[in-house]
């Protein structure tokens, strides 16, 4: 079978992997959700001039004739009515976010002034028209584009929208997931270590990497090794979600038994068997509307396969406009050898804006991906990358 490429692979993942349902949802829930449509502002933003200070406003017609001294007849605060126009050379107290009257033209904030009574003399030179005001609609304008389709809504975003007056937003659902961890030799953190057992620790990984983008998968951990078993396991989770992920199982081994399941469910291959190292043993296939991913066994290279597929994946289902990994072009630290034909994707620490690729790649390796803040991809064709060679770069 001919090997699928890094880049191919990871295009029909973006393709196939389907969106998830658009709803309206409470604006206080929707955080690290992403946008189902563009949002339309309603309003200008600001509604009206105000003060960026506390401080007097004047009118600069006043000031650029030389007058220096006015009279204080009025006190504006935030929350107040636009007040009516200031008389000739007069000027009004203003506190920051209160509202300019329509003819008010310079604020000068009060370390710049100084009062005697209701005498308030400017002890500034070279002010301009509008200085520390806040225009109508400076940040944006009513029927403008506020936020775009796909845009992921931050904290900051929640607040920008907020301050437009939304309470509720249309956003794509987070996918509904399962992870499915396969092994007789699995043993639960936490019970004693029998002999020839060990640890499972793939869907710790995992879950709290779906955790970071959001999510809050279901995990089903210690699938014997048994067909039927796995069968019913695999069937069960495929009815009931949008995204399940297998680990283990998917290779050629008599007691691999996941690709065997996949294909009597009917599940259509998208691919199986990437030109990558670690992670060559990776499927992906679609069952209906959900999305089956069949990691590796081996836990560094089921977090690589997560990090360039599954949380590209994660982020087109959830309606990301740019959903890929993003990548840098960052220069070695070091000279790096290339052994075999498969394109590599390594643990990586990006350093002082250079990439040093870490010792202790081996697919089953995490001591050094839990000092990893990156993955390197590195090309097969090219056998001697020197100190300095720019390479692309995954941030994690």
């Given amino acids: 079978m001919n090997l699928i490429s890094i880049k191919d692979a990871l295009e029909k993942v973006i393709k196939h992997v389907g969106s998830g349902k658009v709803s309206s949802n409470d604006l206080l829930n929707s955080v690290n959700h992403y946008l189902a ?69 310079l604020v000068i904030m009060q370390e710049h002034i100084s009062v005697n009574g209701n005498q308030v003399t400017i002890e500034e030179e070279d002010s301009n028209y509008f200085q520390n005001i806040r225009s109508q609609g400076e940040q944006i304008k009513k029927e403008e584009i506020a936020l775009q389709k796909g845009t992921k809504l931050s904290p900051a975003a929640i607040g920008y929208l907020a301050s437009l007056g939304f309470s509720k937003i249309k956003t794509f659902a987070h996918p509904r997931t399962s992870i499915l ?115 590796p066994g081996n836990p560094a290279a089921a977090m690589t396969c997560f990090y360039y597929y599954v949380r590209s994946a994660i982020r087109a289902f959830m309606g990301d406009k740019d959903p890929k990994a993003k990548s840098l072009l960052l220069p070695l630290n070091k000279d790096f050898k290339v052994k075999g034909s498969r394109d590599l994707l390594l643990k990586s620490s990006i350093n002082h804006s250079k990439v040093e690729i870490l010792d202790g790649q081996s697919s089953n390796m995490m001591h050094t991906f839990a000092l990893a803040n990156a993955i390197t991809e590195i090309s097969a064709d090219k056998k001697l990358y020197k100190v300095g060679d720019l390479v692309p770069v995954f941030p994690f």
């Fill in 37 to 105: 449509e563009d949002v339309i502002s309603s309003i200008d933003l600001p509604g009206f001039n105000n003060s960026a200070m506390d401080g007097y406003v004047f009118r600069m017609e006043d000031y650029e004739k030389g007058n220096r001294t006015f009279s204080q007849t009025f006190e504006v605060k935030a929350g107040d009515q636009i007040p009516q126009n200031i008389s000739t050379n007069n000027c009004y107290r203003i506190f920051t976010g209160a509202p300019v009257p329509e003819n008010g033209t």
């Fill in 181 to 295: 961890t396969t092994g007789d030799e699995l043993i639960e953190p936490g019970k004693p270590l029998e002999s020839g057992k060990i640890y499972e620790s793939n869907s710790y990984a995992l879950a709290s990497a779906f955790k970071n983008e959001g999510i809050n998968p279901a995990i089903i951990s210690g699938i014997p090794d048994n067909y039927s078993e796995t069968l019913a396991c695999i069937k069960e989770q495929i009815e009931k979600n949008d995204f399940i992920i297998l680990t283990g199982g998917i290779s050629v081994g008599d007691y691999d038994f996941v690709g065997k399941a996949l294909k009597e469910l009917g599940v259509e291959t998208h691919f199986y068997k990437v030109n990558q190292k670690p992670g060559k043993p990776f499927f992906f296939g679609k069952k209906g509307s959900c999305s089956i991913f069949a990691l």
